[in-house]
């Protein structure tokens, strides 16, 4: 079957289109009628680079490139819209996975109101993906980049990190299950087993490097409740906590200790030998960041649990200055080393 | 170096934005204030497959990857915008490489209108792009899709065909450039001898396999002129020639002989061992295919050359029914092919 033959597959599979797509997949162009302003962002995902076909699925694969992709809407506070993908397949990647992996980003495509509006389709050696996704606002105001952080407001962060990097080293090595040694006052709240809990927080945690959740509804909420700056955690706290720091020429201090951790993590990432601090910078858990008046921090805690039903948690403050501080309880800095892909 | 360092001397090359980008490269996504409209369109270039090294310079290599997306806009008849740039790059493609095929993609950006607005890189086996433009419009219905041709509309092809698969063969065997036999009078014309315009036709068909023009002027001045349907010739006459005829629910009447070729591609082809009518299928030359109503053909003329500098020749016209009939001056009919990546 040749590329046109598997673009009409696709297209058939594909459900309704949103309200703002006057023409989608199948023309030249994909036309919309876009809000007052939009936030487009691309990212590239790489076989051996930022997923192994031994460890996730097609479904997996496909939800990943578009959950990552639409976390960076998330983090502009941007209401999503549409997705554009690109797809390298190699010879040993058939239809049938490409049908999979396309199913994987439909279904997080409705769960989240994004229309998947276009795409290519390439022979490659190697299995890669290109999403490019749009998102709608009603002005550019109402959009909120990395640079606005004032000196005094509220560094906060949503849900809780650590949760990727332990679920990698659990898929990498499932025996790393045994070390997740759960306090059985946890097992009781999951109403169940110690052992019931282990397993729950397991499955949580491959599933939080395999599928993450863009914080879509989170972000939104906090740029309504007056985050001045705004980034996802993509590559790493230091890193990324660097990069707003940089573009708003401000100072963050960070407390490492009141940082919410994934359920599990701690223990499994202490089994593996990988030092907990530094886990704080391996990157991929999506959780957005964000600079807050303090003033603002109750509304956007309560508006945070309605729309996303997680936690939001002040972990710093922003300070004049320059550079991330990342303090750790016994008063040593966590080196703020982002996650480089191409180092 | 790594990714962030390579970002941050892309985004010092970058030249200014246009007046719809309020925030470019270097934060979560960018944010544009666009038209009432926007046509968007994604392509994938991936090595070996859409170009080779060994015959193309990074410059170049941007250049294609951004003409063919930009092909996709002018099909439409939008006003470029922004593009967004996805790059894979191998150990052995360098950081002067990566900047050199970004000059290539900015040279282009500046000539055509179109701010380069974001991008990621990755890592990868082979050097592979993945290109996202927007275009934009006052309204939906200012854009030209491929579904509204009707029965009795000419069809009309800006530019001329051939060019770009004589170029490839040319590229592939220098030695070919004496297969080009240009009439004196054609030298006499070009202002030379038959040699300088042999010279001239070879050096033209290699830059439009290498540096094709989007044909945004001529697109434009098609649908403010009244085109019905119109689409890009990316993979061939005959299967691009179908979409439409598809798209639009008739059928497509194509005369073959009065397609006008690229200088000195006919006699190259002939050399090469290609049949020249088959040529009209391989795809590449990025001209456009519109049906127009036939009292609008003058007008649209006049307005592609006004615009564009080229011809607009009506080349058949649009039948009820379904199909491609490209008629052959010796009564047989063309086999509509079209040129098929993934087969």
């Not at 694969?61 to 983090?75: N, P, Q, R, V």
């Not at 397949?89 to 229309?115: N, Q």
């Not at 276009?118 to 550019?140: C, N, Q």
């Amino acid at each position: 079957m040749g590329e046109f033959e598997l673009l009409a597959r696709i297209r058939e599979r594909l459900p309704a289109a949103g309200s703002r797509v006057q023409l989608g997949s199948g023309d030249d162009a994909a036309v919309t009628t876009p809000g007052d302003a939009t936030a487009t962002s691309v990212d590239a995902l790489v076989e051996g680079v930022h997923f192994r076909r031994d460890l996730a699925s097609p479904a997996q694969i496909g939800h990943k490139a578009l959950a990552t992709a639409l976390s960076d809407l998330a983090a502009m506070g941007a209401e999503p819209g549409e997705a554009y993908v690109v797809l390298g397949v190699p010879d040993d990647f058939g239809e049938d996975a490409c049908m999979e992996l396309l199913d994987g980003m439909i279904a997080l495509g409705e769960e989240t109101g994004t229309t998947l509006a276009g795409g290519d389709l390439s022979r490659a050696t190697e299995l890669f993906l290109a999403i490019t996704v749009v998102g709608h606002a009603a002005g550019p105001q109402e959009l909120v980049d990395r640079g606005g952080a004032r000196p005094g407001d509220a560094i906060v962060l949503t849900g809780a990190l650590g949760g990727a990097i332990a679920g990698l080293k659990l898929l990498e090595d499932p025996a790393l299950e045994t070390g997740i040694d759960l306090d059985w006052r946890v097992g009781q709240a999951m109403g169940g087993s110690t052992r019931q809990a282990t397993e729950k927080a397991a499955a949580a945690l491959r599933r939080r490097q395999l599928e993450p959740t863009p914080r879509l509804g989170a972000g939104r909420a906090l740029a309504a409740t007056g985050a001045t700056a705004m980034i996802d955690l993509s590559d790493g706290l230091g890193g990324d906590a660097g990069h707003l720091a940089e573009r708003s020429g401000t100072a963050l201090s960070i407390d490492a200790e009141v940082i919410p951790r994934a359920p599990g993590s701690t223990e499994l990432l202490a089994t593996a030998g990988l030092d907990r601090w530094q886990a704080l910078n391996a990157g991929e858990d999506y959780e957005l960041l964000a600079a807050l008046p303090p003033g603002r921090l109750d509304r956007a805690k309560r508006a945070v649990g309605a729309e996303e039903g997680i936690a939001l948690t002040q972990i710093g403050e922003v300070r004049a200055g320059s550079g991330v501080e990342i303090r750790l309880p016994d008063g040593r800095l966590l080196e703020p080393v982002g996650f480089d892909q191409l180092a």
